[in-house]
């Protein structure tokens, strides 16, 4: 069964049927890997720190560590407190930042203009006025840039270590899984075969990403609903035969003796307890796809009583068998008679954890690279029911091969253990850090709040992370490597793209230019469509210019686009499109912001072209009915100040509009809900209308056929200059589209420091150089593009 996750997720309406649906399909997506967490904790705790004695001290310590750390991180911290932190129902890092970027300037991203704040999606569209203190901490932020840019390195330093995880948490798990082989193998067999099996399976799992999770997803719910039940059986089991007052163990005395006791080596092991919560932050990623009372109920109801009642078995086992043969293991305290049925269950669910942490890596790279913050590369969308299933080619294949190379490099659950842990709390920790500031900018508490919230929890997840720490050298440096790596390559690539975008708007030409060109200066207008594409939302970007001095013709009809990221997960249809004239009607000149959310789907290059024509043949409609009625709002300053009222300085969202009157092209008819009308300044100093009729009409949608014969009908009468003006649209249309392209080359200014000469001429140009190409991921195909060599002097 495929489940539209995106339109089913949490309203009052919903059913009870529906959110149980929600909270079954939930237990493979969500809980894939925080369920298969038993297979490796108390080995890794028990790996060399401390050993268990004839007193049960340290087997109850560990498991009074592990009863109240799921207690206090997933289900008080998650379920209760971050679920609630969504961006209009969106979880994860960037939906974090995405609130506070809404709500105090800090964003140091192109695309923070107040002209998006007309989109339905924000749902703060005017926030309240904060109170005295939560005022002051956002005064403090708007005020220091160094503390946009420490925040920034903290989102992207969450990031890196999601991907982090998803590297290590395939490796772990099928290790594990697996590990349980050596009960009926010599300790040389053991050595010789899991590692092949174990890379064998690993390379089966990523060699079929590129199906999607919706192919083989509808099994991976049953498996982990499987596997919960074996565990929580199993569990039973053990506390029933072997220690039934093993519940003793979850008072946190038992916690305060194993300190006691253990001393360093006791801190160091909780290295190992905190992998107990090792997926946890999958439930506040994956909010999107299911509903804040399906995770919860899953979570609380089933998850939550499973871990415990496995976590509390292994310890009844393990409080009986001081001595057994083999090392601390799930394993061991499994009956023989259901051992290998245990093992298969095991790996599948190993299997369906790695896939739902790969999964999430390839959406956190999609949301990066959305937003300006990782190199581009191509995006496959696996599903067209289900949204947010892709698969990234390169991502996976580099995954593949460094998750293969952990497992052969370090062997045992130790090490892998030790990185899993460190990757673990780092993402934990910038959550939150990121949802104390939440609670201040967003839901308007006192700062003092937010402040036992970072100390009571930050306490906690600082104290599991400087037990990772510690253990450096035996493995935690692969995450903090990786992580340094990456956080270079976004930093790196988020920097120079920024200041490409500030060279953009220093540069761009004066629409005076523009309208000068003409027949006098040689310059020939050829038919068809000209896209030129621009990071700018108003002026003529220098890349335009450039073509013009090189090539000096155009084409007849011109359409600059910018395509921008807004910070917002999901922008609809019908506001995705931002359309307004350069210059007067004559020119035929255009301009169109189209605005996706950091999770939405962008169109490929056929349906984008056949949509911008249909928004373009309204828009025209649109602003002849409203010339009338419209007086010229443009700055003096702003270059074009003809009497026109169709000017640049007005746009206007084009999704549905009203059209009055007998339009002279087909139209299919649906009722069409109100929309709004809003005023807003844009950063570039140009004055934007965003118009929509404030009434119930009937939505046109355009076909784009003008019937020439429609002279004879009166009710079909249009204005001439309309009628030519749609007759130059299609007959462009007719002629073929170009689109016009910078192919940028960017190098430092002279007396640049070394290390930004490193970072641009070397580590951005590399970057790009190898990395797809705009025209790549825009699908413009090779004879319809137009490049314009460009060399940015940073």
């Known amino acids: ?70 207690t206090l991180v997933p289900l008080f911290k998650y379920v209760f407190i971050v679920l609630r932190a969504d961006d209009n129902g969106e979880g994860g890092t960037f939906a974090l930042y995405s609130l506070i970027c809404r709500h105090a300037k800090v964003s140091l991203l192109p695309n923070r203009q107040v002209a998006d704040e007309a989109l339905s999606t924000y749902k703060f569209e005017r926030p309240p006025e904060p109170k005295n203190n939560s005022s ?107 220690n039934p007052h093993v519940y003793q163990a979850l008072s946190p005395y038992y916690m305060l003796r194993f300190l006691k006791k253990t001393r360093k080596g006791g801190w160091m092991s909780l290295g190992g307890i905190l992998l107990c919560i090792t997926g946890s932050e999958a439930m506040f990623a994956d909010l999107g796809h ?76 999609n949301q990066s690279q959305s937003l300006g913050c990782f190199p581009r590369v191509k995006v496959v969308h696996t599903s067209d029911k289900i949204h947010g299933q892709i698969y990234i080619p390169e991502i996976n294949w580099m995954l593949m091969i460094l998750c293969i190379a952990v497992t052969v490099g370090f062997r045992d659950t130790k090490h892998m253990g030790n990185a899993s842990g460190l990757a673990v709390m780092a993402v934990m920790l910038v959550t ?83 309208l000068a060109l003409g027949p006098s200066l040689g310059i020939a207008r050829v038919p068809g469509i000209g896209i030129v594409f621009s990071d700018l939302t108003s002026g003529i970007p220098a890349n335009f210019s450039r073509f013009v001095t090189n090539l000096p013709a155009f084409h007849r009809l011109l359409v600059f686009v910018c395509i921008k990221s807004v910070p917002v997960p999901f922008v ?13 009607a004559a020119h035929r000149s255009y301009r169109c912001i189209v605005r996706y959310g950091y999770r939405d789907v962008h169109q490929d290059v056929d349906s984008f072209e056949s949509e911008l024509i249909s928004r373009l043949a309204d828009f025209i409609r649109y602003d002849w009915d409203k010339e009338h009625g419209i007086t010229d709002i443009c700055n003096e300053d702003d270059g074009y100040r003809s009497g026109a009222s169709s000017s640049e300085c007005r746009l206007a969202v084009i999704g549905t509009v009203a059209i009055s009157g007998g339009p002279p092209f087909e139209t299919e008819e649906t009722v069409q809900p109100a929309s709004v009308s809003v005023g807003f300044p844009t950063v570039d100093s140009v004055t934007d209308i965003v118009e929509m009729e404030p009434l119930d009409v009937v939505e046109r949608r355009v076909r784009f056929a003008i019937d020439t014969d429609s002279e004879a009908d009166p009710r079909s009468e249009m204005d001439a200059q309309l009628r030519e003006e749609l007759h130059d649209l299609q007959a462009a ?23 930004k000469r490193l970072a641009i001429n070397f580590g951005y140009n590399f970057l790009r150089r190898n990395c797809r190409g705009p ?9 319809s593009l137009l490049e314009v060599g460009m060399v940015y002097v940073l």
Request: aromatic share 14%.
């Open 432 to 514: 939150t850090c990121l949802t104390s500031l939440v609670i201040i900018l967003c839901w308007q508490k006192p700062p003092i709040v937010a402040f036992i919230f970072l100390l009571f929890f930050g306490s906690i997840e600082l104290l599991y992370f400087s037990a990772s720490l510690v253990k450096f050298r035996e493995g935690a440096w692969l995450p903090i490597l990786l992580a340094l790596f990456l956080v270079s390559i976004m930093f790196v690539w988020h920097y120079a793209t920024i200041k490409k975008y500030e060279y953009d708007l220093q540069n761009k030409v004066s629409l005076e230019w523009l």
């Open 290 to 365: 299911f509903s804040y009372t399906a995770i919860q109920m899953a979570f609380t109801f089933l998850v939550y009583p499973a871990l415990i009642l496995a976590y509390m078995g292994q310890a009844a086992y393990l409080s009986k068998h001081h001595h057994t043969i083999h090392d601390i293991d799930f394993y061991v305290s499994v009956p023989e008679s259901v051992r290998w049925p245990v093992l298969a269950i095991a790996i599948l669910a190993s299997v369906v954890g790695s896939q739902a942490i790969i999964s999430g890596t390839f959406s956190i790279i």
């Open 775 to 783: 025209d790549v991921v825009l699908k413009v195909p090779p004879a």
């Open 136 to 242: 002051r901490v956002k005064l403090v932020l708007d005020k220091h840039k160094s503390l946009h840019t420490a925040l920034l390195i903290l989102v992207l330093l969450g990031t890196c270590m999601v991907i982090g995880d998803g590297l290590l948490t395939p490796a772990i798990s099928v290790f594990s899984a697996v590990s349980g082989l050596e009960l009926s193998m010599s300790k040389d067999q053991h050595q010789y075969a899991v590692i092949p099996i174990t890379c064998f399976i690993l390379v089966c799992l990523f060699a079929l990403q590129h199906f999607g999770t919706h192919r083989v997803g509808f099994c991976f719910a049953p498996v982990v609903l499987t596997w919960l039940i074996c565990i929580s059986a199993l569990g039973l089991y053990n506390i029933i035969h072997w």
């Open 1 to 70: 069964m495929d489940l539209d996750y995106g339109k089913c997720w949490g309203t009052s309406k919903d059913s009870w049927k529906t959110t149980l649906l929600l909270a079954y399909q939930s237990l493979g997506v969500v809980y894939g890997d925080l369920s298969i967490s038993p297979l490796y904790v108390y080995k890794s705790t028990f790996a060399d720190d401390i050993h268990h004695s004839e007193t049960n001290e340290e087997i109850f310590g560990v498991l009074s560590f592990v009863f109240w750390t799921l």
């Open 572 to 584: 609809p249809p019908d506001e995705r499109y931002l359309v307004g004239r350069v210059g007067p």
């Open 733 to 755: 249309q007719l002629a073929g589209t170009a689109f016009i392209l910078g192919n940028s080359h960017v190098k430092a200014k002279q007396g640049s420091s070394l290390l």
